[in-house]
């Protein structure tokens, strides 16, 4: 059962990535809405779930706490790095000039992005797909109706999840095809994920460490990468209002998930 609930993420995924791609008349919508998303998953699903699997504290801090600000600040450094890796190589084209080339199917260092940030938000998209269904198939063992209730956040997450992975992708000026190929990667990710739970189990503790981690540097790349960048050229209300929506999106989600 968990894996054919599992398919419905599959699909679901794919749709949100198929939005994201076709509105890109609308770049800035499209970034807004995808910071709030990202932004609502980790503040009103992630974060509460890794605290309660991982409360235990460390020297008066919750680890899964610890493990937040860990994720924010590899997220950090790692861009950091690729940023010096990137002025070492004289790379400096306009942002603009990454996108047009993204869009065309480029995929080469422009506009102070780095295409490998972006797959590796992605792949750590992927990765939580994969737990997003692992926590699928756990909660499946458990009883129909704890089952449900997990399907219905999984299933509408993916949307997001798929929107997120495609635009993130796209965002530091990587090929469109690299794009589909993680945003398939990601859709595939929550059917291994639920059938992977017939060999074995996930420790909670360690599936709240993980969740907390992953909150840490999502929030990191919604607040300090795609929230600016949405603003940095249309700062109309609309993007402000895509933002909120997206945020009220996920609280809608976990309120009707039960949490």
Known sequence: MAVVVALGAFLMTLFGGWVAGRVTDRRHLVLGLAGGLMLGVVGLDLLPEALEAAGAEVFGVPEALLLF????????????????????????ADWGAAQS????????ETGGRVPQVGLTAAAAMVLHSLMDGIALGAAFQIGGGMGATVAVA?????????????????LYGNARRKAVAMLVADAVAPV????????????????????GFFGGALLYLAAAEILPEAHHDHPARSTLLCTVAGVAFIWLVVGVSGG
């Open 69 to 92: 600000v860990g994720g924010f600040l590899f997220a950090h450094v790692v861009e950091r790095l690729l940023a010096v890796r990137r002025a070492a190589h004289g790379v400096g």
């Open 192 to 211: 291994l994920g639920a059938a992977s739970t017939l060999l074995f189990t996930l420790p909670e503790e360690l599936l709240g460490g993980y969740l």
């Open 154 to 170: 999984v299933i509408t997450h993916d949307f997001a999840d798929g929107f997120n992975t495609y635009t993130i992708t796209s």
């Open 101 to 108: 080339t993204s869009m065309r199917g480029g995929g080469r």
